[in-house]
């Protein structure tokens, strides 16, 4: 079985300032994927990053890079200089594992302050 | 551009009347997901269609089946929605390669309020 925990329900973070969104795993599998989804008042998810369980260095997409720390079995997403529109709840997923399934996690709501 | 289209993006039913929601894709992917999302909560998978293969969930109730008629399209239908039922159907589609490099991608969703 896989589990994502997120512990932080709530985070705020100045504009253009860094936050970093925490995410811890748990899984047996041998090759695994970490994700983080976007998901605003909308509703839509929305993809923003990924990475392999035997990917060497760490993701980054644009303003997302994720800080992933195989022996803690961890997954953070940092987020660099925040805009007014990140604000946003925040999941982190495991998978697809032979299931072709996600587990997600709890989901964190960062609120970006102007 | 490729997408994951849901249709309607709201809707509204009355307690016991069957209602179908609408998914479609342009990325030719394989795998089709149904999550069930209610407030404040993570997604939750009701089934999955892997090509023509449905594959349901254990704890997903009878009042929700799923229909894939063809590789773009699916359907999720609610035989009899109860108060319980409104929350937000999201779809999702995935390549399904077999490797941990299988994403999927999401639609925007249907909001269902049931009276």
């Known amino acids: 079985a896989q589990k994502i925990t997120q512990t932080q329900p709530g985070m705020f973070v100045q504009e253009k300032e860094a936050v970093t969104l925490d995410c811890t795993y748990d899984?047996?599998?041998?090759?695994?994927?970490l994700f983080w989804y976007k998901q605003p008042s909308s509703g839509e998810m929305i993809f923003l990053i990924y990475?392999?369980?035997?990917?060497?260095q760490n993701a980054t997409e644009g303003r997302y890079s994720l800080n992933f720390q195989k022996a803690r079995k961890s997954a953070n997403l940092v987020i660099s200089a925040s805009q007014l529109g990140d604000s946003a709840m925040y999941f982190c997923?495991?998978?697809?594992?032979?299931?072709?399934?996600?587990?997600f996690g709890s989901g964190t709501q960062l609120t970006v302050l102007p | 551009d490729a997408m994951v289209i849901q249709n309607p993006r709201y809707q509204v039913t009355q307690f016991g009347k069957p209602v179908t929601l609408s998914c479609s894709q342009t990325?030719?992917?394989?795998?089709m997901y149904w999550y069930q999302q209610k407030s404040s909560q993570a997604p939750k998978l009701l089934f999955h269609?892997?090509?023509?293969?449905?594959?349901n969930e254990a704890d997903t109730p009878d009042n929700f089946q799923s229909r894939r008629p063809n590789t773009s399209f699916c359907f999720l239908d609610i035989r009899s929605p109860g108060l319980g039922d409104a929350a937000m159907y999201l779809c999702?589609?995935?390549?399904?390669?077999?490797?941990?490099?299988?994403?999927?991608?999401f639609g925007p969703g249907t909001r269902l309020t049931v009276l």
């Open positions: 999702a589609t995935s390549r399904a390669t077999g490797s941990s490099t299988d994403t999927q991608y």
């Open positions: 899984t047996s599998d041998p090759s695994y994927g």
């Open positions: 990475q392999g369980s035997y990917d060497q």
């Open positions: 997923a495991i998978g697809p594992g032979s299931a072709r399934q996600l587990t």
């Open positions: 990325l030719n992917h394989n795998v």
């Open positions: 269609y892997y090509d023509k293969d449905f594959n």
